[in-house]
């Protein structure tokens, strides 16, 4: 099934200098606003869209998405942040406008050349597997041009001096775990990943007791995370079956300040035992050994996992160590 991205003006009622544009089979059909200038841009550089099931493509075509997720980026300008499947170049747009160096990852080959064009020397463009590649690959722009709201080009800055960098990307759902294992331990860290998840995913990753689960416990392990907004399935085309959400992860840079010298691996594996029969008491998963544990931590002894916090994970496991 192609998908194909058209552009139509239309007159009367629907205002003219902001199109609505949406993607959709047999032509174009109004559903988001996006500025024209914008999306005469993207048309110019004779895009043409196949969303590929392989890649797990949902282009994102809603601006008051695109909008909070630069606002949860928070980004300085200079400030290096890499994108992982740009597509369409809609939220690159919006992240270079932000006064981002970007290096944009892009597994699609056929969406290389028109990504290209859009940006020329803005961003540094790299196609292939983000999962394939190290962080010594990536190359950062060593200079950005951030540009005004009236979308005139102002002077040219020198980049930060830090090496810090964070993580803004609207993923492919599909690996969407690999990503978050791969960046939550990577080194050097980024200071802050946000990202557009399946809802689901977005809920397991902010959980708090009682429905904790081991993707919250190891996630809250490395970073706090917020659910920032909802975003509709109507928001992507092609439409996918379920709602996402825009999530920000803030990783700690050294350690949980828990954790205290332990090994965060020994809480994980404790923590996939305790889950390990979901219904059932820690004292079942764990032993009977554990009641004395919880107990001198003011813990319930009848406590099931995903009724602990993640701290008092790390404080069992110094126990139990």
Request: glycine share 6%; hydrophobic share 45%; proline share 6%.
């Amino acid at each position: 099934m192609l998908v194909h991205v058209a552009i139509f003006v239309f007159t009367g009622a629907h205002r003219p200098r902001s199109f609505d544009v949406c993607v959709g089979i047999s032509g174009l059909r109004f559903c988001s606003g996006i500025s024209e200038r914008r999306w005469r841009r993207l048309w110019n550089t004779g895009m043409t869209l196949r969303a590929k099931k392989t890649f797990g493509q949902h282009f994102l075509v809603d601006q008051t998405a695109i909008g909070h997720i630069i606002a949860a980026a928070d980004i300085r300008p200079g400030e290096r942040v890499l994108e992982i499947g740009p597509g369409t170049g809609v939220l690159t747009r919006a992240l270079v406008e932000a006064g981002a160096r970007v290096v944009a990852v892009e597994a699609d080959g056929e969406l290389i050349p028109a990504l290209e064009r859009q940006f020329g020397e803005n961003i540094v463009l790299m196609k292939g597997d983000i999962l394939q590649k190290s962080f010594d690959q990536l190359r950062w722009p060593s200079r950005f041009r951030p540009v005004d709201a009236s979308r005139r080009p102002v002077v040219e800055s020198a980049h930060p001096g830090d090496d810090t960098w964070k993580l803004v990307a609207n993923i492919p759902y599909n690996i969407t775990s690999a990503i978050l294992e791969r960046f939550l331990t990577t080194s050097p860290k980024p200071v802050r990943m946000v990202l557009m998840v399946q809802k689901e995913v977005a809920d397991r990753l902010t959980a708090r007791p009682p429905d904790m689960g081991v993707l919250s416990v190891v996630c809250q392990l490395y970073a706090q995370c917020e659910r920032i907004a909802v975003v509709k399935a109507g928001a992507f085309r092609p439409i996918p079956k379920v709602d996402s959400a825009i999530v920000r992860l803030d990783l700690y840079q050294r350690a949980h300040p828990a954790l205290g010298g332990l090994d965060p691996e020994r809480v994980i594996a404790l923590v996939k035992r305790g889950f390990a029969s979901r219904r059932k008491q820690l004292k079942t998963n764990l032993g009977p050994s554990i009641v004395h544990v919880l107990a001198s931590l003011r813990i319930d002894p009848k406590a099931r996992a995903q009724e602990l916090t993640t701290e008092e994970w790390i404080h069992v496991t110094q126990m139990i160590n």
